[in-house]
């Protein structure tokens, strides 16, 4: 099938290229990490003053770190993401422990996920108003046929995210032109979601047998979530390679 073939070439591609993958993921990481320690650590104390006594310009001022917060590790995100899809799809490859930042690319990255972004508040929207009902009139089935809905449209938005890759190679495509390029490939798409849901699946098992030993646990939950967040990422990319540049796999 051609969904297990995208997902094994999504995970033999992590794989392959360990190396370049620490040099555009690492060091932006721990800034990250440094980043967030950083803030928390005052957040928490804002957040102690603010519990002895309500004070709205320490309540603002607290939101607003937390918003700026995100957006920096939003940022970085980005940029690493970015990076990531041009060293495999471009060959750009990563010149020492930082990945190059460009601009363009990375806004409209960030374009790109702002309008996958109201697309899933539409869909989702539309299916908690009509799931509300089918909830309330046929209890528990309506609850199961909402979540089955809403694991379709999920599978559906890959559809839509094929401009993300565009953008970071600076090749931008519209959400019509995405949709247009993957006609006839929900299948594919339901085969490659149902492979990474499973993937999770497997992580959340492994964490709650070992979630008594917390320190494991811990480790455990940031290594899988970094290893599934790059896999997703990797399978965009491949994606974008093999309906958009018509790569083979």
Not at 68 to 96: D, N, S
Not at 108 to 136: D, E, H, P, R, T
Not at 189 to 207: D, H, K, N, S
Request: glycine content about 10%.
């Amino acid at each position: 099938m051609i969904g297990w073939k995208l997902f094994l070439h999504s995970a033999s591609m992590v794989q392959r290229n360990v190396p370049q993958l620490m040099r555009i993921f690492l060091v932006p990481a721990l800034i990250v990490l440094a980043i967030a320690y950083l803030a928390i650590g005052g957040l928490l104390g804002d957040i102690g003053l603010q519990a002895r006594g309500f004070d709205s310009n320490m309540f603002f001022s607290v939101l607003w770190r937390i918003v700026g917060l995100w957006l920096v590790i939003g940022l970085i995100g980005t940029w690493t993401v970015v990076a990531w899809h041009r060293y495999i799809l471009l060959e750009e490859h990563p010149r020492g422990w930082l990945p190059v930042l460009h601009k363009a690319e990375v806004g409209n990255y960030i374009l790109g996920l702002i309008k996958l972004l109201f697309i899933a508040i539409l869909f989702y929207g539309v299916l908690a108003f009509i799931g509300s009902a089918l909830v309330q009139s046929i209890g528990m089935v309506g609850r199961y046929l909402l979540l089955a809905v809403g694991a379709l449209i999920t599978i559906f938005m890959y559809r839509f995210a094929l401009i993300l890759p565009a953008a970071a190679l600076g090749k931008p495509i519209g959400v019509s032109e995405s949709l247009a390029l993957t006609t006839g490939a929900f299948g594919t798409l339901f085969v490659l979601g149902l492979c990474l849901f499973g993937l999770q699946l497997v992580a959340e098992l492994i964490l709650f047998l070992v979630a008594d030993a917390v320190l494991i646990a811990i480790v455990l939950d940031i290594a899988f979530s970094v290893v599934l967040a790059i896999l997703n990422i990797s399978a965009l990319t491949t994606l974008y390679g093999y309906y958009v540049e018509k790569r083979p796999i």
